[in-house]
């Protein structure tokens, strides 16, 4: 066991676990108040007031959860950069929306996403990027990939980390049926496994913050999933495909060069 689990820290990660699951439950309130006063959605002072309030709870939250997760943290990860991972990020979110629209067509619309597509014709859109948008993403990384995945799990235990996170991603999607909770525990398993191979939690937070942003200009326009499937197929195809050509090119060059130097 201990050779998967981390069993000497197990009480230190239970604790992180539910203090930074708790947090993510005040990052809620916003739009939970936006929930229940329906009749103020024209109202501009109301929404100014709750937009900065949604601010400070953004910040006060997403600022505990990053030193709950920073604090003592038992694995040494890459140093995060956009210009080392952005190949990563754009491979990650095409995947992500293989796997999300992918399994979304085959069943009908979760609870989950009618929740949103509800809340978003009340919420306005600054509050909506925001909470939903930015820091929703940031907390659910914290949670099911940072904490979860280093604290729970050995380094050698990739697989099974992955697997866990993606799995318990899905439950809390208010899933009610295993179709609903595939279409979440699939988008799960593909962040824990960008998280895994490049050991930076800035890379399952930027394709989880780009899918949800993404997700917002979908529901606001005609893109249907389908559109968005292939496209995002296609965008894959030519990104591997650029890239492995250019790794085929620096190879020959290297060679060339090396031949030369014979």
């Not at 006063?37 to 002072?45: C, E, I, K, T, V």
């Not at 099911?144 to 866990?164: E, T």
């Not at 942003?213 to 195809?237: D, E, R």
Request: contains cysteine; charged residues 10%.
């Amino acid at each position: 066991m201990g050779k998967i689990f981390k069993i000497q820290g197990l009480p230190v990660a239970i604790f992180k676990l539910v203090m930074i699951y708790l947090l993510i439950q005040l990052t809620d309130i916003p739009m939970t108040i936006v929930e229940f006063s329906q009749n103020r959605s024209g109202d501009f002072g109301f929404q100014t007031g709750l937009f900065v309030a949604a601010l400070i709870i953004s910040l006060i939250t997403v600022s505990a959860a990053w030193y709950i997760y920073r604090g003592g943290r038992p694995i040494q990860r890459q140093q995060w950069s956009l210009k080392r991972h952005w190949l990563a990020i754009l491979v990650g979110l095409l995947v992500f929306l293989i796997v999300n629209v992918g399994i979304g067509l085959l069943i009908p619309i979760t609870e989950n996403q009618a929740t949103i597509e509800g809340l978003l014709k009340r919420a306005p859109l600054p509050l909506w990027l925001l909470t939903m948008g930015i820091v929703g993403p940031i907390m659910e990384e914290l949670t099911f990939r940072g904490v979860l995945m280093d604290y729970f799990f050995q380094p050698r235990a990739g697989w099974l980390a992955i697997l866990v996170s993606g799995t318990l991603f899905g439950l809390i999607h208010q899933t009610k049926t295993v179709y609903e909770w595939l279409v979440y525990a699939g988008m799960g398993w593909v962040l824990a496994t960008a998280y895994w191979l490049t050991k930076t939690i800035f890379v399952p937070i930027m394709i989880h913050i780009l899918n949800n942003c993404g997700s917002l200009f979908q529901l606001t326009t005609n893109v249907s999933n389908i559109q968005v499937f292939w496209g995002a197929v296609i965008g894959l195809v030519i990104v591997v495909s650029v890239w492995s050509f250019w790794r085929w090119r620096v190879s020959q060059q290297a060679r060339d060069i090396g031949e030369s130097i014979k």
